[in-house]
């Protein structure tokens, strides 16, 4: 019922930088956290960075001070900034979002995924 778009994946060299979003659509009354996370060839999915509705975020060690996250609530979108790009960063990136249906349930809902390869 909650569907995550993700946009602004791609093939970049080393040091640059790409903008990922993600738009969520249905039928829903609320978002609370939005996030990114990502998942490597071989290793588990993990968090990049959340937002909270009210604005508050947190990062994965590994991205501080690279990445940025935001979100427009207005358009019940979220970005993810991501500059100073390592081949390490190169996975599938992940859109996650929680809230609430207007029919009073939770949801929460994962994108499709979106490929980013970062070449040395």
């Known amino acids: 019922q909650v569907q995550l778009v993700e946009s602004g994946g791609g093939l970049v060299q080393a040091g640059g930088s790409l903008r990922l979003s993600c738009a969520a659509s249905g039928s829903t009354l609320s978002i609370n956290a939005m996030g990114w996370y990502r998942q490597a060839p071989g290793k588990q999915r993990e968090l990049v960075a959340g937002?909270?509705?009210?604005?508050?975020?947190n990062y994965a060690d590994s991205v501080k001070g690279r990445f940025t996250i935001s979100r427009d609530n207005a358009k019940n979108t979220v970005y993810l900034q991501m500059n100073s790009l390592k081949p390490e960063d190169t996975a599938v990136y992940y859109c996650n979002a929680d809230g609430l249906l207007y029919s009073g349930a939770n949801f929460g809902s994962w994108g499709q995924g979106t490929q980013v390869t970062v070449s040395s």
């Open positions: 937002i909270t509705s009210g604005g508050k975020t």
